[in-house]
Nanobody, 118 residues
Framework: QVQLVESGGGLVQAGGSLRLSCAAS????????MGWYRQAPGKQRELVAD???????DYGDSVKGRFTISRDNRKNTVDLQMNSLKPEDTAVYYC????????????WGQGIQVTVSS
């Protein structure tokens, strides 16, 4: 069974930075596409960024140029560096792991709160 544990969330002022980390177990991590999604109150869950097993990243339009996703296949971790944070980045952020399949499928972490104050 895949387990994903997020860490690093919290409260930050607009313009600041946070780094989220997700530790994975119970999966052949190096084969998975790993991703970060977020869900704000009253909104649908949306893709923030994902990264293929070969290290190719992709980003949601709202975070391009501000966020960077990276992975370490030796440590089974995927990180999300978030810079120039805005109040609209406030959401619960979820780590995702999938082996093939479509975006939004696969396994999920429990989520971690990120709050950006204005």
């Amino acid at each position: 069974q895949v387990q994903l544990v997020e860490s690093g969330g919290g409260l930050v002022q607009a313009g600041g930075s946070l780094r989220l980390s997700c530790a994975a177990s119970g999966t052949i991590f190096s084969l998975d596409t790993m991703g970060w999604y977020r869900q704000a109150p009253g909104k649908q869950r949306e893709l923030v960024a994902d990264i293929t097993r070969s290290g190719i990243p992709d980003y949601g339009d709202s975070v391009k140029g501000r966020f960077t996703i990276s992975r370490d296949n030796r440590k089974n971790t995927v990180d999300l560096q978030m810079n120039s944070l805005k109040p609209e980045d406030t959401a619960v952020y979820y780590c995702n792991s999938r082996l093939g399949g479509y975006r939004g499928s696969g396994s999920w972490g429990q989520g971690i709160q990120v709050t950006v104050s204005s």
